[in-house]
């Protein structure tokens, strides 16, 4: 790696300064560029069309959703000896999601941040983070399989780019299961911990406590099963949100249907990087415009998915800004 001392000498608050100018800057070329190639009047013209029943109902998912996932990570908190009420867990998990939409700081880091700093238990919370986190992908693969079975079994699959799509979703699916495999038996971690053992890397002891910290055993396999069937649901809510934007704007068909059990699980794999608004909204317009849908319809519905996502969980950014001395700790933490 190449060592560069004048970018190593930049203090900590300017470079992350400059990392957030430099994200909002992305923003506004994505945006710009996509207001050039679709033309404004075009987007407020689809914009006009919304059904703000279909909206609402869009916005109770995402609601909904939130809530779930917030008792999801607590059970997780506890099952690592992480002992905080659930008041302060859910206040955590709101404030992940907001900055999680809004794609400005990534939400887990902020979470896990916070319970180093105030409850020392950093390792354990970064834990219960990334299984919260891995079960919700792992439900996100399981939708993604079972469209791409549904779209084989029924002849869907015309195009090279559907089948590039549902092969990336298979090689996923192994990937995933993997990584199961990993957190469920004990054998295999000890099997990862000694070849970690053997590498020229650094913290190798932080990087084994945390696999150990990730690890389930045989006696949770009810606890998992429980967690699985909750984070199903909570993933079914968050592509309904998706499903309601797209019913908002009249471009819901039976047909297009199934591409948002997907398209949204790939997107959400693609946004596990924080990256600056508007990333998201135009990979997910992109590959639904694949479907049929008009091409400024699906960006608008990326767009409208996301606004919905940060109004529900708004009360995160709000709750952020008046814990002022809690905003300090966890934003020079993370």
Known sequence: MINIPVLNKIPKNIAKLLTQIVKISVTVLVVYIVIKKLGWENIVTTFKKTNLIYAFYGLVCCVVSIFL???????????????????????????????????????????????????????????????????????????????????????????????????????????????????????????????????????????????????????????????????????????????????????LTIHNFVYFFIFIPLIALFMIIPLPFGIRETVGGSLFSLTGIPVQSAFVMQFMATFIGVIGSLWGGIEFLINRRGKKDIVNKS
């Open 69 to 251: 996932g917030a008792l999801q990570w607590h059970l997780l908190m506890h099952r690592k000896e992480v002992k905080i009420p659930y008041r302060e867990t859910f206040e955590l998990y709101y404030i992940g999601m907001f900055f999680n939409n809004i794609g400005t700081l990534a939400g887990d880091t902020i979470k896990v941040a916070y319970i180093k700093s105030r409850h020392s238990h950093g390792k354990l919370g970064f834990a219960a983070t990334f299984l919260d986190r891995f079960a919700g992908l792992l439900a996100l693969i399981v939708f993604a399989s079972a469209g791409c079975i549904y779209m084989v079994t029924h002849g869907e699959l015309h195009t090279q780019n559907e089948l590039l799509i549902a092969k990336i979703v298979m090689g996923l699916v192994c990937m995933m299961g993997v990584m199961l495999l990993f957190l469920l038996m004990r054998r295999l971690r000890r099997l990862l911990m000694t070849i970690i053992e053997k590498l020229p890397i650094p913290k190798k002891q932080l990087l084994k406590d945390v696999i150990a910290a990730t690890g389930l055993t045989y006696h949770q396999y009810p606890f998992v099963i429980g967690i699985g069937f909750l984070s199903m649901l909570i993933q079914a809510l968050r592509i309904g949100t998706h499903i309601f934007s797209a019913a908002a704007l009249g471009i």
